[in-house]
């Protein structure tokens, strides 16, 4: 079946780096764009980052723009999202998710997650 | 940026009645708008794209409409399991942003 499975989450010190990873089976993971979003302990979903399918487009949010990078290697069907000066704020359960339709920018499926502690 | 603000925070509906929960945008986001709807303890699933076009497998209970900004999601005879958190998503441009989301409780 269609499914992203995330790693690589933990806690980390404030201004340190940290990378997640996420694999896609099930679907030919090179002809579709992918997305990381967060969710905050208690508190909604705010997008974090797209990337297109050939790796040529990325886009962030304003609250992430200049400290993550998103990347994939297409070979490995992996996405990753290379964190960097991190803050407390960035504390966050971090989705990767599929993006199809409009654009690739419906997400479906998500994953389950994985758990980003920012703190000293 | 464009803002998305859902209301109400919170509804309460019995099972078997009907919930309308609606999403409005701080400027058009023509019929660019998705709905996803998030259980405790699990990741969030999608049931609308494009206002109006059900995702797979979503059952025809849940239904969604509008267009620039003021949009509706409308779940019919309430199931048991639809009691969750409901997000709207626009993909109108960038950045990509979700409402505040609405907890749709048990009566």
């Known amino acids: 079946q269609v499914q992203v499975v995330e790693s690589g989450g933990g806690v980390v010190q404030p201004g340190r780096s940290l990378r997640l990873s996420c694999a896609g089976s099930?679907?030919?993971?090179?002809?579709?764009?992918m997305h990381w979003v967060r969710q905050a302990p208690g508190k909604g979903l705010d997008w974090v980052a797209m990337?297109?399918?050939?790796?040529?487009?990325?886009y962030y949010g304003d609250s992430v723009k200049g400290r993550f990078t998103i990347s994939r290697d297409n070979s490995k069907n992996t996405v990753y999202l290379q964190m960097s000066s991190l803050r407390p704020e960035d504390t966050a359960v971090y989705y990767c998710?599929?993006?199809?339709?409009?654009?690739?920018?419906?997400?479906?499926?998500w994953g389950q997650g994985t758990l980003v502690t920012v703190s000293s | 940026e464009i803002v998305l603000t859902q209301s109400p925070a919170t509804l309460s509906v019995s099972p078997g009645e009907r919930a309308t929960l609606s999403c409005r945008a701080s400027?058009?986001?023509?019929?660019?708008l998705a709905w996803y709807q998030q259980k405790p303890g699990q990741a969030p699933r999608l049931l609308i794209y494009?206002?109006?076009n059900r995702a797979t497998g979503i059952p025809v209970r849940f239904s969604g409409s509008g267009s620039g900004t003021d949009f509706t999601l409308t779940i019919t005879s309430l199931e048991p399991e639809d009691f969750a958190v409901y997000y709207c998503?626009?993909?109108?441009?960038?950045?990509?942003?979700f409402g505040q989301g609405t907890r749709l409780d048990i009566k």
């Open positions: 998710a599929r993006g199809i339709n409009g654009g690739g920018n419906c997400l479906d499926p």
């Open positions: 099930g679907f030919n993971f090179g002809s579709y764009a």
């Open positions: 990337i297109y399918y050939d790796g040529s487009n990325k």
């Open positions: 400027q058009s986001v023509s019929s660019y």
């Open positions: 494009d206002a109006s």
């Open positions: 998503q626009h993909r109108s441009n960038w950045p990509i942003t």
